[in-house]
């Protein structure tokens, strides 16, 4: 049902809610505070001067940002003469090396292309390998030596990427990793570069071309699709950065550089804490110069956001004929401003694409979401039945959607709600994965010592990670580990690619079976779905190996009680899912070596009594958890799917143990 808001309402609706921010520290400073991390911005406004530091003069580690001013430096030698840009670049084998890119996942050893297109890979897609490849060609000490003539000592690439020992700085790469830069040396650069400055104007505009076309968004543009932006960004597990030129609507540029180490969020999420920290910043600054202190009016326009721009756009579907058919998503983008300049010509308005008092006039009440507010006699009268206050004998008020408690040697449900419901399950649906690993380990121990080695596939898969990379080798043991205590979507991944129809009910546990990754992944899941057949799981179907969601993936409080306690009853799992942290050494294509630490998401495992077993998270789960506990000879499993919150889940969890411990005590005093 719809309800309209008035044309004034709208207009009040447009005035800050407080006062409006005095300069750019009111809107940057707050968010640099915020992040659990050493953090060092510079934000220049290029058309005023306007300038917001902070530790912009800090050096610091640039991950793959330093491959801008490897590009500026390749353009010198373009523009001196030493090397082509038609120059041919021949790919070996050799060079390939791992991370972001195309060259070393699509190409062919023997591929060659001219040096111009090596180098925008290497803004573009941020290639690795292509990096190595230019660098090469230029010279890797290029780059230092002409940051130091032209003003930046403190800007080096250092080496080759995933090659230290071929570092030019020795100590630099031990601190600061493949090159180091500031914040002020960055935003210099990027100012050189839209006055068209740096090396010449032919030069200056062929690489702003590949800023432009830098295909990561998980930053700056995260919150601004569609605001132009000429960038470059680095990320490492310690790093995030991000440099580059913003257009505001007014054609004003922008130059910033949000550069992050040490951070506490080190994970390669989508919502990486790094990423999100120059996201939120750039989106500040362009809210501060188009809808704050700076900007020419409180009005909506393209790069607003809000619910009031979600009112625009049902209005606008409704007025116009035909209508534009927007996404009422609040988001003021090019659809919506097109809407608007459209109904501006209808309306014999300045078809601005700006909505101003004559348009909100123009336009009359807007339509909303939602029931229509009644008058208020009428709601100020109406009388509220209450319902009844709680039981003090019943089970604890949790915020879950379903609970179930099972006793923890049978798995008997001895009480629940909706327990037999079949829902979503998240991440606690890597239970069902490990059980069939650890039920094949069983029958052959030796399973244990395969080295497993990481696919494209495994190493793509969305969510939360175990951190491998593709190509990369690890025992199956091991990245059990990977697997529950990070909750590693990418390692459930890789041991359904790995294992099979070996792990079906009847395989054989020998290795050396021909099937596709896709057939082995299927087979797999098949697999899942038969032991929890065997396992009388009646409320359960498995899709995937990881729990992303899936409308026919479901199970049930019940299901997941029984299926906690296989796991715990198979040695080698209970060992992992009670483990706090576990570290690992994986080894990489051509050999190198690193090392790996994962944290156990379960909190609980910092209480004592707690000894398992897994979490889950997803917006259709909710958030869940599924543990067990023993107190003196008792032990318990405590199933929660759907909590509101990551916190809800644990307090539901405790209050339900509580309880269950509680009754268990009764029965035992009655007896």
Not at 457 to 465: L, M
Not at 564 to 569: D, E, H, N, Y
């Amino acid at each position: 049902m719809r309800c309209f808001v008035s044309a004034v309402a709208c207009l009040l609706l447009l005035l800050p809610a407080t006062a409006p921010a005095e300069d750019l520290a009111d809107v940057v400073q707050p968010l640099i505070d915020a992040h659990r991390g050493d953090v060092a911005v510079k934000i220049k406004d290029l058309a005023t001067g306007e300038t917001f530091e902070y530790h912009a003069d800090k050096t610091m580690p640039t991950a793959s940002l330093i491959k801008f001013p490897l590009m500026i430096a390749s353009f010198q030698e373009f523009e001196e003469g030493n090397v082509a840009p038609e120059a041919i670049v021949e790919l070996d084998e050799k060079d390939k090396v791992p991370g972001s890119g195309v060259l070393t996942a699509h190409f062919s050893g023997g591929a060659k292309m001219p040096l111009r297109d090596a180098i925008r890979l290497m803004i573009v897609y941020s290639d690795n390998t292509a990096t190595n490849l230019v660098a090469k060609k230029v010279g890797l000490d290029k780059t230092a030596k002409l940051m130091e003539k032209l003003g930046y000592p403190e800007t080096k690439l250092h080496s080759y990427t995933f090659n230290r020992p071929s570092s030019l700085f020795p100590e630099r790469s031990v601190k600061y990793g493949l090159g180091s830069t500031t914040p002020a040396d960055m935003v210099s650069l990027l100012e050189k570069l839209w006055k068209k400055e740096l090396v010449s104007k032919e030069a200056s505009e062929k690489m702003l071309t590949n800023l432009y076309a830098c295909a990561d968004k998980s930053t700056f543009p995260r919150y601004l699709p569609d605001v132009k932006f000429a960038h470059k960004t680095g990320a490492t597990e310690l790093v995030r950065t991000d440099a580059g030129l913003m257009e505001l609507p007014s054609g004003g540029p922008i130059a910033m550089c949000v550069m992050t180490n040490e951070n506490k969020d080190q994970s390669w999420s989508p919502n990486n804490e790094g990423d999100v920290l120059c996201s939120k910043i750039a989106q500040a600054v362009y809210r501060y110069y188009t809808e704050g202190a700076k900007s020419d009016s409180n009005m909506l326009k393209k790069g607003s956001a809000g619910p009031l721009v979600a009112s625009l756009q049902r209005t606008l579907n409704e007025q116009l004929k035909p209508s534009p058919e927007l996404d009422a998503d609040g988001d003021f983008g090019a659809m919506t401003e097109t809407a608007v300049t459209a109904f501006q010509k209808a309306k014999n308005l300045k078809p601005t694409g700006v909505v101003g008092p004559e348009t909100w006039e123009a336009l009359g009440p807007l339509v909303e979401e939602g029931p229509k507010a009644p008058e208020p006699a009428i709601a100020n009268a109406e009388v509220f039945k209450k319902a009844n206050a709680e039981s003090l004998d019943g089970p604890p008020i949790v915020g879950c959607r379903v609970w179930a408690i099972a006793d923890g040697k049978t798995g008997e449900v001895l009480w629940g709600f909706n327990e037999e419901k079949p829902v979503d399950i998240a991440s606690t649906t890597k239970m069902m994965t490990a059980y069939l690993v650890g039920k094949l380990a069983e029958k052959h121990p030796e399973v244990l010592k395969e080295k497993l080695t990481f696919s494209k596939r495994a190493d793509e898969t969305i969510g939360s990670t175990s951190d491998l990379r593709v190509g990369e080798v690890v025992t199956v043991e091991e990245l059990l580990y990977g697997l529950m205590l990070p909750s590693g979507n990418d390692a459930s991944v890789a041991f359904a690619e790995h294992f099979g129809s070996r792990a079906a009910p009847d395989g054989d546990g020998k290795a050396g079976k021909k099937e596709s990754a896709k057939e082995a992944y299927g087979a797999f899941i098949k697999a899942m779905n038969a032991a929890a057949k065997e396992l009388r799981m009646e409320h359960s179907h498995f899709t995937n190996t990881h729990g992303l969601t899936d409308k026919e993936h479901k199970a049930s409080a019940a299901d997941l009680a029984k299926l906690a306690i296989a796991v715990k009853q198979i040695p080698i799992l209970q060992k992992v899912v009670s483990t706090p942290q576990h570290g690992a050494t994986v080894t990489g294509p051509g050999g190198y070596e690193r090392n790996v630490l994962w944290k156990n998401t379960n909190n609980l495992l910092k209480i004592e009594g707690y000894d398992g077993v897994k979490t889950g998270t997803t917006d259709a789960a909710g958030a869940c958890l599924v543990s067990s506990a023993k107190r003196g000879d008792d032990s318990l499993i405590v199933v929660v799917l759907g909590a509101p919150s990551s916190d809800s889940r644990y307090v539901d969890s405790r209050n339900l143990y509580r309880w269950g411990w509680s009754q268990l005590e009764k029965k035992s005093e009655g007896k």
